[in-house]
């Protein structure tokens, strides 16, 4: 592959939106960032120059990074932040990724304005799995606060109760027509009748999952998560919760007008949410007078799980000759993971959350909390930062998806707890949903430093004996992150055969903030080939 540099220059610009104007943590002084934009199997090193005031680091999301975890970007798992006044070179290790990805800051919650797309094109002499289309957009949701991000999950950490939502979604940073004083910025995408373009779909919003459809027109899907799928053609929405991204084929035929884009948030839980509507503009070429109002699409109401799980179906990978599977078919480790929303106490006074106590969340009840050092640097010199000892079950004490936990068991246990895997272990991982705190809601799980297969999901709590006979070892879609439905569970598989210190987390940030992580650690294999690299000269220092 070829080499590639990029500069990433780090630091506050002022933005207005919704007729107020803040600044905003910005990449090169643009929101979204930069666009990085290369061949599969290539490599990137970008040089990620703090300007801001406060540290930050930098994640490529979906680049599995093949032993090379120095560079993947997490705060406090991979590495340290990166102080204002400093830089850190990562470099960015591409193999079998091709589509659609994204690169976003990993503190706190930076990420909400530090953000942008990564392109991975075929390689030389290979081409799309589908005729070329005529030309490619790349199209990005978020999530824009009013107020300063890292403020909001400050204060919702010291109060207990839930961050507060945010005063917009935006398509290309941009709220659409919906809101105040955002008329004249609506992202337009312009199209040539008759011609077929490629949507590159990321959901870079912070809490809230998405419908997504553009009125009167198909979408067909024939990417996620920068791995090509069997299209999806009949579909008039899409449902991508934030750390996804769709790669999506949309031919311009309908009679020239101009026809809204629009994305809404699925949330099926009992938890406040942002409700409003962000919109852009697919608009034809040529000489008309647009249709008033502009047709609107119909997307599926807010609360519509049915709705998110028939389209979370009906991925399925290629499987073909040129993009092969490689799932295991026999398991050698298999973990059984529930994830919750519970409550901590509060050291002094009550707080605001539930029964006067801290909002939390945790994977198989444990709350993870953030260490000091680096969990890469700690492993690497066998520093007392982490322990070994991730539960491999959950507690097994309650229904998992009852309506009713006893309110004694909504209590956590604290901890920097990691999983450790042998090198090239089979591995499944039983995501379980729970119904924790009147918590059920749909989690859209992500793992570092891999891409697995979605093989099974279900409602209701998961069965050892029956559900696993219902699994796809054909062709399950091959993914970094996927919604864990509603008061039930999903099944996932893959080779552990990168080694190194990878981020598991839900992607919703609020609950991530609240505890909703783990690390896995995958040991060295025997030979130089299957180790974790050497580190860089420099990373940045642990204060
Ligand atoms: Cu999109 Cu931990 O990352
Ligand atoms: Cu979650």
């Not at 204002?84 to 930076?110: K, M, N, R, Y």
């Not at 400050?154 to 939502?165: I, M, Q, S």
């Not at 090198?423 to 039983?430: A, G, K, L, P, T």
Request: glycine share 8%; charged share 15%; proline share 8%.
């Amino acid at each position: 592959g070829n080499v590639h540099y990029y500069d990433f220059v780090l630091k506050e610009t002022n933005f207005t939106k919704l007729c107020t104007t803040k600044s905003i943590l910005t990449v090169n002084d643009s929101f979204p960032g930069p666009v990085i934009r290369v061949k599969k199997g290539d490599t990137v090193f970008v040089n990620v120059h703090n300007n801001g005031t406060y540290g930050v680091s930098i994640h490529w999301h979906g680049v599995k990074q093949p032993r090379n975890p120095w560079s993947d970007g997490p705060e406090n798992i991979t590495q340290c932040p990166i102080p204002p006044g400093s830089s850190f070179t990562q470099e960015v290790i591409l193999s079998t990724e091709e589509g659609t990805i994204w690169w976003h800051a990993h503190s706190d919650w930076s990420r909400a304005t530090v953000h942008g797309a990564f392109i991975i094109l075929p390689a030389n002499g290979t081409s799309y799995p589908f005729p070329d289309p005529h030309g490619e957009k790349t199209l990005i949701i978020g999530e824009w606060y009013k107020g300063d991000v890292m403020a909001i999950i400050d204060e919702a950490l010291a109060t207990g109760g839930d961050p507060n939502v945010s005063d917009a979604y935006t398509i290309n940073g941009q709220p659409g027509d919906l809101y105040d004083c955002s008329k004249e910025t609506t992202s337009r995408f312009f199209v040539d009748y008759g011609k077929t373009y490629l949507f590159r779909i990321i959901n870079a919003a912070m809490n809230e999952e998405q419908f997504f459809g553009i009125a009167q027109h198909n979408l067909t899907v024939v990417g996620s998560d920068a791995a090509y799928i069997k299209p999806i053609s009949t579909t008039d929405y899409i449902m991508i919760t934030p750390g996804q991204t769709m790669d999506v084929l949309v031919t311009a035929n309908q009679s020239p007008d101009f026809y809204y884009i629009a994305s809404t948030p699925f949330v099926d839980g009992e938890v406040e949410y942002d409700n409003s509507i962000t919109t852009a503009i697919l608009q034809y070429n040529g000489n008309y007078t647009p249709s008033s109002p502009i047709p609107f699409p119909s997307l599926p109401s807010y609360n519509n799980g049915t709705a998110a799980e028939n389209f979370r179906k009906l991925l399925r990978s290629l499987a073909n000759e040129d993009h092969p599977i490689n799932v295991p078919v026999n398991v050698t480790r298999r973990i059984y993971m529930t994830i919750s929303i519970n409550q901590i106490r509060c050291e002094n006074a009550p707080c605001s959350g539930p029964g006067g106590n801290k909002l939390a969340a945790s994977l198989n009840n444990i709350s993870f909390q953030t260490p000091s050092v680096d969990i890469l640097q700690a492993y690497y010199k066998t520093l007392p930062v982490f322990t070994n000892d991730f539960p491999e079950e959950p507690p097994n004490y309650f229904d998992f998806t009852a309506e009713v936990v006893p309110i004694n068991k909504s209590f956590p246990t604290l901890g920097t707890k990691v999983i450790v895997l042998d090198y090239n272990e089979s591995v499944e991982i039983v995501w379980q949903g729970t119904n924790v705190l009147n918590g059920a809601e749909n989690h859209p799980m992500h793992l570092h430093g891999f891409s697995f297969y979605v093989v099974g999901a279900g409602s209701g709590n998961f069965n050892n004996e029956t559900d696993p006979k219902t699994y796809n070892l054909i062709d399950p879609p091959e993914v970094n992150t996927i919604g864990v439905p509603k008061n039930g569970w999903l099944a996932m598989r893959f080779f552990a055969d990168n080694p190194g210190v990878w981020f598991m987390h839900c992607h919703l940030e609020r609950h991530s903030s609240w505890g909703m992580n783990t690390v896995v650690i995958v040991k060295n294999g025997s030979t130089e080939a299957t180790s974790i690299l050497p580190p860089p000269k420099y990373m940045p220092p642990c204060s």
